[in-house]
């Protein structure tokens, strides 16, 4: 099946770092990659939508110059935290979604980077 | 606004028998639906997922079932085995949104040998 990598699984750092996080398809090409955000026992909530050559769609309420994201390639987009907060810390997924065209194509996850700011 | 509802955060079976998840939506846009299984520190896998044109999907031990007069979507697990047990999400995505999909809150299912 549909495989989607993600690195790193975990990060602790200090406060004020920025973090990246990369998000890789490996064997489909990748032209939507979702960022999720989850809190202990919530539901995944969507950040945004990385589409591939251009720029994210952010959800409301989600600060997109706090959230980087780019998606420079059909296998590869990265998400970075900028200048990280304790309230940054929570665990975040990415999906990928193979060939424009195929909307009831299931997205498939990453295992999650888990972050945490001290 | 919580479009995407799974009332029940936790479900306990034997063994062998059903295992039964319910899901219910608001959003009467939502046309595809799915169900996720996600273990502790990893991504969600996907199970199953069911068109709106359809009542009924089934895939080997998992069938999801879909009332769109309810706005209710159920998925059951029969037989139930220890491995089973995890977090469930429902998922549900409109034609509007693209491929934005919208989770519940997901149901912590044990299997108890």
């Known amino acids: 099946g549909a495989v989607v990598s993600q690195h790193p699984s975990w990060v602790i750092c200090k406060s004020g770092t920025s973090v990246k996080i990369e998000c890789r398809s490996l064997?489909?090409?990748?032209?939507?990659m979702f960022w999720y955000r989850q809190f202990p026992k919530q539901s995944l909530m969507l950040m945004a939508t990385?589409?591939?050559?251009?720029?994210?769609?952010?959800e409301q309420g989600v600060e997109k110059d706090k959230f980087l994201i780019n998606h420079a390639s059909l296998t590869l987009s990265t998400l970075t935290v900028t200048s990280a907060h304790p309230e940054d810390s929570s665990f975040y997924i990415c999906?990928?979604?193979?060939?424009?065209?195929?909307?009831?194509?299931?997205?498939?996850f990453g295992d999650g980077t888990r972050l945490s700011i001290l | 606004d919580q479009q995407v509802k799974q009332n029940s955060p936790s479900l306990s079976v034997q063994e062998g028998r059903i295992s039964i998840l319910n899901c219910d939506y608001t959003?009467?846009?939502?046309?595809?639906f799915l169900w996720y299984k996600k273990y502790p520190a990893e991504g969600p896998t996907f199970l199953i997922s069911?068109?709106?044109?359809?009542d009924k999907n089934e895939d080997g031990r998992f069938t999801v079932f879909l009332n769109k007069s309810a706005k209710h979507l159920s998925l059951h697990i029969v037989p139930s085995q220890p491995g089973d047990s995890a977090v469930y999400f429902c998922a549900a995505s409109a034609r509007t949104s693209g491929s934005r999909l919208t989770f519940g809150e997901g149901t912590q299912l044990t299997v108890n040998p």
């Open positions: 069911i068109s709106s044109i359809k």
């Open positions: 959003n009467s846009m939502f046309d595809y």
């Open positions: 990385s589409n591939e050559g251009s720029k994210a769609t952010y």
């Open positions: 064997d489909f090409q990748a032209t939507t």
């Open positions: 999906s990928a979604r193979g060939l424009a065209g195929t909307r009831n194509q299931p997205q498939h």
